[in-house]
């Protein structure tokens, strides 16, 4: 079936950049995203990007999209300790309008 | 901005006791939704609902759960018989679209269930 895989661990220094990377399975998913969660909070969404695409900049934020390799990744430019989260990968399922397939999160870390 | 708002933050309930879990989606959204996520797993699609009637559910939705909207503003999830491994945080979204890709999930911030 389908599946989204992330590194459960990225550790950065402040000012740096954040480069989160992603895999996902199903070659004929839609949309893509991005989803962050804080410390006793929800899942706040970040960005997505259509698979027709393959980079979206929104401020700080840039997500590149492979297709052929099925990579995808999202860079936090500047770095800074609010950027604390777990980072989430989604995809859409193609055949289905409702469901979105979830990877295990990266624990972003940010050292001083 | 608007949000999804869920309530209770945190549910303790034995085994066997019925749940219900509340959530207030964006006013203007037509599709909810319900995830869970068991510590340390995945988050996983549970069930989706629109005009009035569930639209997909997954294999984890058995006759155990059920889904409600009881009014113009609340989406509430029934858990019937709670067991051990219903613990989970729980999280409802909504959406103004079916398709996630034009209207992304908005959720809330979750109810994390311990069943005892």
């Known amino acids: 079936g389908e599946d989204v895989e992330q590194s459960l661990f990225l550790s950065v220094r402040e000012g740096d950049s954040s480069v989160i990377n992603c895999t996902y399975t199903d070659s004929s998913s839609t949309y893509l995203y991005w989803y962050k969660q804080e410390p006793g909070a929800g899942l706040q969404l970040l960005t997505y990007?259509?698979?027709n695409m393959d980079m979206k900049q929104d401020q700080r934020l840039t997500v590149l999209l492979n297709k052929k390799d099925k990579h995808l990744s999202l860079r936090i430019a500047d770095t800074q300790t609010g950027d604390s989260a777990i980072y989430f990968c989604?995809?859409?399922?193609?055949?289905?309008?409702?469901?979105?397939?979830w990877g295990a999160g990266t624990k972003l870390i940010i050292k001083p | 901005e608007p949000e999804v708002t869920q309530t209770p933050s945190h549910q303790v309930t034995q085994m066997g006791q019925e749940v219900i879990l509340r959530c207030v989606p964006i006013?203007?959204?037509?599709?909810f939704y319900w995830y869970r996520q068991i510590l340390g797993q995945k988050v996983e699609f549970l069930v989706s609902?629109?005009?009035?009637?569930?639209?997909?559910k997954s294999e984890i939705f058995d006759d155990q759960f059920s889904v409600e909207r009881p009014d113009g503003s609340n989406f509430t999830l029934k858990i019937r018989s709670t067991k051990l491994e219903d613990s989970a945080m729980y999280f409802c979204a909504s959406s103004d679209f079916a398709q996630s890709g034009n209207s992304p999930l908005h959720f809330g911030n979750g109810t994390r269930l311990t069943v005892t």
């Open positions: 609902f629109y005009n009035n009637e569930i639209s997909e």
């Open positions: 990007i259509f698979s």
């Open positions: 989604a995809e859409s399922m193609a055949d289905s309008n409702y469901q979105l397939i």
């Open positions: 006013s203007n959204h037509l599709y």
